[in-house]
Antibody
Framework: QVQLVQSGAEVKKPGASVKVSCKAS????????MHWVRQAPGQGLEWMGR????????NYAQKFQGRVTMTRDTSISTAYMELSRLRSDDTAVYYC????????????WGKGTTVTVSS | QSALTQPASVSGSPGQSITISCTGT?????????VSWYQQHPGKAPKLMIY???NRPSGVSNRFSGSKSGNTASLTISGLQAEDEADYYC??????????FGTGTKVTVL
């Protein structure tokens, strides 16, 4: 079955970087875009950007430009999201979500990775 | 990009129908038929309930329906059930090739 398995929880200090992974299975990894969405405690969903695993092309939300980097390793069907210069308000659950090539909605989501930024 | 506007909470009794609104602009909701709705239970990942304004993915109950008029999209849940109690988020594709989510609505089954 289609599955996105994310890496485990992280605790980071302000100013550090975090890299979250998302391993895809049950479908052709390069055939679907991968999006990243985050959710701060008690808050709503926030779109961060997406990567085309086939080409490596990315599109980031303006808010995260310069701080986020999305990459992929097609040999292991895994997408990565790295966020740098972490602040306390980056504390959130980070989700990866799949989007088909000819559609504009996210149909399969990972379970989320909790990132806590604290000194 | 500002978040789409949703009511903070909506409630209804079992068996009733409720509607959640999602208001954006001509650069997102009003400009494209690419509105989707997600259900999120506490501590869980979002689940796709409606895509492209009014389409249901396989496996989603036909009690869920979507529509759009101008810059406002709506999600209707008919025959409300206890399991429908959750947070609901709308999302839209935007003119800047990005996505924007709604502020979220907590649905309570009385």
């Amino acid at each position: 079955q289609v599955q996105l398995v994310q890496s485990g929880a992280e605790v980071k200090k302000p100013g550090a970087s975090v890299k979250v992974s998302c391993k895809a299975s049950g479908y052709t990894f390069t055939g679907y875009y991968m999006h990243w969405v985050r959710q701060a405690p008690g808050q709503g969903l926030e779109w961060m950007g997406r990567i085309n695993p086939n080409s490596g092309g990315t599109n980031y939300a303006q808010k995260f430009q310069g701080r986020v980097t999305m990459t992929r390793d097609t040999s292991i069907s895994t997408a990565y999201m790295e966020l740098s210069r972490l602040r306390s308000d980056d504390t959130a659950v980070y989700y990866c979500a799949r989007r088909g090539p000819l559609v504009l909605y996210m149909d399969v989501w990972g379970k989320g990775t909790t990132v806590t930024v604290s000194s | 990009q500002s978040a789409l506007t949703q009511p903070a909470s909506v409630s209804g009794s079992p068996g009733q129908s409720i509607t959640i609104s999602c208001t954006g602009t001509s650069s997102d909701v009003g400009g494209y038929n690419y509105v989707s709705w997600y259900q999120q239970h506490p501590g869980k990942a979002p689940k796709l309930m409606i895509y492209d304004v009014s389409n249901r993915p396989s496996g989603v109950s036909n009690r869920f329906s979507g529509s759009k008029s101008g810059n406002t999209a709506s999600l209707t849940i008919s025959g409300l059930q206890a399991e429908d109690e959750a947070d609901y988020y709308c999302s839209s594709y935007t003119s800047s090739s990005s996505y924007v989510f709604g502020t979220g609505t907590k649905v309570t089954v009385l």
